[in-house]
């Protein structure tokens, strides 16, 4: 085995370019360069290259072609149903949120001019002046109580509709005003809010194909399946109008094809790529990559309530048996970062740095499996191309496990169905989870005893007691310490073998300007299309 | 003759009916027996057991799919293809322009490889056994041996990335020039060309030479007959059956089949839209797409066994 | 009526028989089949590496000494998954396509010879069965019987045997209305012996060449099938699949994708060309 990777200076044009606008002086970069082998001069290239990027002035005008990964029939501009990213960059574009996420990862507000409680149950939101909608009505508290409470309504089809029970009401205190009532308090509510469902739309809509919200772009173009087009908002809120004159977005399903149409010319962004791509992209003059560090995660799932998981020890084997380092290296090319078992990431402000990283330890995994008495039995585990990378990740598993006579079966079954079919129901199987901003979000939707993705069946009731202490608390360094507590009963009890969080690669021309990472996905959050701008 | 090849069609006309319901029928029953179903589908993993039957009841989807179907059916009769579950679009808005999309392809496709696969398949046949049937023979046999993705693939690597003479992506739909439809047509023609150009080339080659084969022709031969004119007065007519039955079994893929041409130029064509629709268990969109798929069949292979039956006066 | 003419240069003679001679180019064909099948059955005892091992953090690695045709995506040798490969390959690919072929040409003979309604009905059910998409096709399957690799074998054929059917009734047809059929049927020759004696004879030329095809079509349909979880499982991938996980690294010229298309190539190659160039013995009506 050769230690060489070779994946180091794609990663570092993002990274030095990140840096420089989180303000790093030049020693300090070239120092962080020097550290990851990058000779003097060659830094010196790379840093004029990035600072060149970030400093540049916003030009006004252009139109842009993106592409995403998936479209079908199944598109909608309804932000409830939204249900991948070629949604979410649509919705970015036509509607607002009442908060957002800056790439920080601090809540700010967006169509809310405040949003306040005192005792995290009873939420005063008051609406921007001023705001309106495409089709010229003003937005008013209507549209949020109406934008809201069709969540809680089955027959919409809201994919945060579990989110959204917590609300027992939304009433308009004023034509300004909006009172969201809690079940019970939960001081992440902001935060929430800033979740892509959650978007503003005009109080009474029925048919979403107008795209009829208060977005930087109204819409021209709409073909589920096919493509749509936007053209800018002369009338948007914002004081910074959106520099594009419009763009085209539409997905190309095959990454290849998606990396090509980039390369060509064809397009000017092309979203999630394989970061196999990057030994074509890396030095290519056609391409700059634009990195997201999300926390979004494929994870293997032991589920403790059936055969083998259901022996004591059996989950514990395979979260020392999955070698994090060569998932990390030769699955994602680098483009990782190592996780602890649990889904807070290192960058969240309330991760736990004092849990102990489980290291691959194939011995103790097989003292695990052996006490357990499963060594020589074959072991079933499903994946699909559905759960990004699973089946590499299975194959990763399945060799190590060769090397300690447990036999593993990659089951591999089709994409297609496999959230109804397999996810949660199959003994041993892989997820795929999105980031989420809140631990409370991730906790409550996969660890809470009666979660409706719990994925491995862990059920704890200190655990579900912690989890709604900690929703109601104001106090931070409170919560902190319970979250933290949280994670490391995560890691130790559940099922659920994380081993590591995948960056998120999308490339862009070098034309294309403006874009900053953002923690709620690629492509800026999917609000590229608000900020960039096109180098004449 | 006519009245009998009339008589033919209008029988033919009769069973396509049929053979239509019985693939409608045996559609509906496969799609019911894939797990899952559009509700399912549409909340993905979101997908609790209280949201599914809220979206169903709101998706109207409470019936018994067998009675949707039939009622999907009868309205198919008044001209009527129904409304898309997933988008609740009309099922004829969905599938028109991509149908013609698909149709502008499959047709210049078929018109550029049709002429030059049989004449190459021909010409072999009459120079059979020289160097240049050889060289008809490997080239053939590679070009499908690469598979179709692979073929897009590198034809975009050079001729867009490398070269940047053509575009990456076939763009249908803002094709305002004959300059600017031979660009966008150029790539995915030439992929879908040399996949289906294969097997008649293959076929007219080996049923031309299968007639020389016969007695008949032999002695001819032996009399000294020149062999282009064998070929081509008295092999030909009796090699044709099969040559157009590969010919419309070729071109049939070009409908449904064309499904990597589509991804890879992202061309919006019509077997896409059943791929789509087939995952999100979009019935009256999977029927509407299947029907015309099998309408398209029926028709290449009813004219293919008419072709087969005229060239043939013992058949009559 | 075989003519073993013993011409210097055969390809130049207008009509060229061979008699018993088997041609270079059919020689080197079947010695490349013959040759792959080995490497199919003793493919474990000759790959140099366990077949989903990562042995190299390096992906589309280079041809070098200890992984002669580079690695894959993930590091993994290619020359082992190309040699383990050959079993899903050759094997299902041949065993789809006899499947396909004997029952498609079985049936097209046995509907041209009897005709009337039977040739009605069951070319108008196999059109029925043609007009099912694949995917749809493959997904029930998976769903209904599971996945496994008889059941991929079975699926293969039935997606390929109603264009074997209609490619050998439109021969059969043809030669059904010659004379020296409608003499033995009025001899009173059985079904069996009028397709076995008659039919498939006059057939066979057009019918291997078909074959030939049809097996082409099989070696790239498998992947697609692997894809859909129907078949094959992982670590394990047919050529067909190795092109397509490795396609990220066609840009560079990757020996990864490279290799396992080369390895398509010669196999499908090879079994047209043996087609082509069997002794005329085998091909020759009368002999038969």
């Not at chain 1, 022996?311 to 090319?333: C, H, M, P, T």
């Not at chain 2, 097997?199 to 282009?228: C, D, F, H």
């Not at chain 3, 694949?134 to 996945?147: E, N, P, Q, R, T």
């Amino acid at each position: 085995m050769s230690d060489k990777i070779a994946n180091w200076t794609a990663s570092d044009d993002a990274m030095v370019e990140n840096a420089i606008r989180r303000g790093a002086s030049r020693r300090e970069l070239l120092q962080m360069m020097f550290m990851g082998g990058v000779a003097a001069t060659t830094g010196a290239t790379i840093l004029g290259r990035a600072t060149a990027a970030v400093a540049a002035e916003p030009v006004k005008g252009g139109f842009i072609k993106a592409a995403g990964f998936s479209a079908s029939t199944a598109d909608t501009l309804d932000p409830a149903k939204a249900s991948n990213a070629t949604d979410y960059v649509r919705c970015s574009a036509f509607y607002n949120r009442l908060t957002f996420i800056n790439g920080a990862g601090e809540t700010t507000m967006e169509l809310a001019e405040s949003i306040e409680s005192s005792d995290a149950k009873v939420w005063i939101v008051k609406l921007r002046k001023g705001v309106t909608f495409h089709d010229g009505k003003s937005l008013t508290s209507a549209d949020v109580v109406f934008s809201l409470n069709r969540h809680l309504d089955p027959a919409v089809g809201s994919k945060v509709n579990a989110l959204a029970k917590q609300i027992a009401q939304v009433k308009a205190v004023d034509d300004q005003t909006a009172e969201i009532t809690l079940q019970a308090p939960n001081a992440d509510l902001p935060t929430i809010l800033a979740l892509h469902h959650f978007m503003i739309v005009a109080d009474g809509t029925t048919d979403f194909s107008k795209g009829n919200g208060t977005g930087p772009f109204v819409l021209k173009e709409f073909q589920p399946g096919v493509r749509s087009i936007a053209a800018r908002n002369e009338n948007y809120w914002k004081e910074r109008k959106a520099n594009l004159e419009g763009f085209e977005f539409f997905a190309i399903g095959d990454e290849t094809a998606r990396m090509n149409a980039l390369l060509s010319g064809d397009i000017q962004l092309a979203a999630n790529l394989n970061p196999r791509s990057l030994r074509v992209l890396e030095n290519n003059p056609a391409a700059n990559l634009f990195i997201s560090k999300l926390g979004s995660y494929t994870n293997l799932n032991v589920r403790l309530d059936m055969a083998p998981g259901d022996k004591q020890g059996v989950a514990e084997g395979f979260k020392y048996l999955i070698n994090r380092d060569v998932i990390k290296k030769s699955v994602l090319r680098g483009l990782a970062e190592i996780a602890n078992d649990h889904p807070i990431p290192d960058w969240n402000k309330y991760h736990n740095a004092e849990l102990k990283q489980r290291e691959f330890d194939p011995e103790r995994a097989k003292s695990l499996f052996a006490k357990a008495g499963i060594l020589g039995q074959e072991i079933r585990i499903t994946a699909a191309e559905a759960a990004n990378s699973s089946l590499d990740y299975a194959v990763v598993v399945q060799q190590a496990a060769s090397k300690i006579g447990l036999k593993v079966a990659i089951n591999r079954v089709p994409s297609d169905g496999y959230w109804s079919n397999h996810w949660i129901k199959d003994a041993v199987h892989f997820g795929n989870i999105n980031a989420r901003p809140t631990p409370d979000i991730l906790f409550s939707l996969l660890y809470k005893s009666d979660a409706a993705w719990n994925e491995t069946g862990y059920k704890s009731e200190k655990f579900d007691s912690m989890l709604l202490e900690a929703r109601g608390l104001l106090d931070e360094a409170k919560r902190k310490q319970i979250y933290g507590e949280m994670q490391a009963m995560i890691s130790n009890g559940a099922g659920t073998v994380i081993p590591v969080f995948m960056s998120n690669v999308d490339a862009i021309s070098p034309k294309l300007k403006g874009l900053t990472p953002n923690p709620l996905g690629g492509m800026m959050g999917y609000t590229f299309a608000e900020h960039a701008w096109l180098e004449a | 003759m006519n009245s009998l090849i009339l008589r033919l069609a209008a029988k033919r006309l009769v069973i396509a009916f049929l053979t239509l319901l019985f693939v409608a029928f045996t559609i509906f029953f496969a799609t019911e027996m894939l797990p899952g179903d559009v509700a399912e589908v549409l909340l993905g993993q979101a997908a609790t057991p209280e949201a599914v039957a809220g979206l169903r009841t709101a998706m109207n989807l409470d019936q018994p799919a067998f009675l949707r179907f039939i009622y999907w059916l009868g309205e198919l009769f008044t001209g009527d293809f129904g409304v898309s579950y997933v988008n609740k679009l009309p099922i004829a808005d969905l599938i028109g322009g991509r149908l013609a999309n698909s149709l502008k392809l499959a047709g210049v496709t078929a018109v550029i490889s049709v002429p030059i696969a049989l004449a190459l398949g021909i010409t072999a046949a009459i120079k059979r056994g020289t160097l240049y049937d050889r060289i008809v023979s490997i080239f053939t046999i590679s070009v499908i041996s690469v598979p179709e993705f692979m073929v897009a693939t590198i034809a975009v690597i050079v001729f867009a990335v490398y070269l940047g003479w053509l575009p990456a992506l076939s763009m249908a739909n803002e094709v305002t020039s004959i300059g600017g439809l031979l660009k966008a047509f150029a790539m995915p023609v030439i992929t879908l060309s040399f996949v289906v150009s294969a097997q008649m080339i293959r076929m007219s080659r080996a049923a031309v030479l299968e007639t020389l084969n016969t007695p008949y022709v032999e002695m001819a031969l032996l009399k000294g007959a020149s062999r282009r004119r064998m070929v081509l007065r008295h092999a030909l007519p009796n090699a044709l059956g099969p040559i157009v039955n590969a010919v419309a079994l070729s071109l049939s893929y070009l409908l449904g089949g064309v499904i990597i041409v589509e991804t890879i130029f992202n061309y919006p064509g019509i077997a896409k839209l059943m791929l789509d629709a087939v995952s999100t268990r979009d019935l009256p969109l999977i029927q509407s797409c299947a029907m015309i798929f099998c309408l398209a069949y029926l028709l290449l292979i009813t004219i293919a066994d008419l072709v087969a039956i005229i060239s043939n006066p013992r058949l009559q | 009526m075989t003519m073993t003419l013993s011409l210097p240069k055969p390809q130049k003679t207008r009509l060229p028989r061979f008699g018993y001679r088997f041609p270079l180019v059919g020689v080197i064909s079947f010695l490349i089949i013959v040759a792959w099948i080995l490497v199919a059955i003793f493919a474990p005892f000759i790959a140099p590496h366990p077949v989903g091992d990562i042995v190299d953090f390096d992906f589309f690695g280079p041809m070098t000494a200890e992984f002669p045709l580079g690695t894959d995506y993930l590091g993994r040798d290619m020359l082992s998954r190309i040699l383990l490969g050959a079993r899903y390959t050759v094997g299902i690919s041949l065993a789809a396509v006899c499947l396909a072929c004997l029952c498609g040409i079985t049936l097209g003979m046995t509907a041209a010879v009897i005709g009337g309604w039977f040739d009605t009905v069951l070319s108008r059910t196999l059109d029925a069965l043609t007009s099912i998409p694949s995917k749809i096709l493959a997904l029930v399957i998976v769903a209904a019987v599971g996945s496994s690799i008889p059941i991929l074998i079975v699926t293969l054929a039935i997606i390929y045997t109603p264009g074997c059917y209609r490619i050998a009734r439109a021969l059969a047809v043809n030669i059904n209305t010659m004379d020296y059929v409608t003499v033995a049927r009025a001899r009173g020759e059985g079904l069996g012996y009028l397709i076995r004696s008659e039919i498939l004879p006059g057939i066979i030329g057009p019918v291997l060449a078909d074959f030939g095809l049809r097996f082409v079509f099989i070696v790239l349909l498998l992947s697609s099938m692997s894809f859909l979880g129907l078949g094959v499982q992982p670590p394990f991938a047919d050529w067909g699949a190795l092109v397509k996980e490795n396609i990220g690294g066609l840009s560079f010229a990757a020996p990864a994708v490279i290799f396992p298309s080369i390895a398509i190539a010669s196999l499908t190659i090879s079994v047209n060309l043996l087609i082509d160039n069997l002794p005329q013995k085998i091909r020759d009506r009368s002999e038969s």
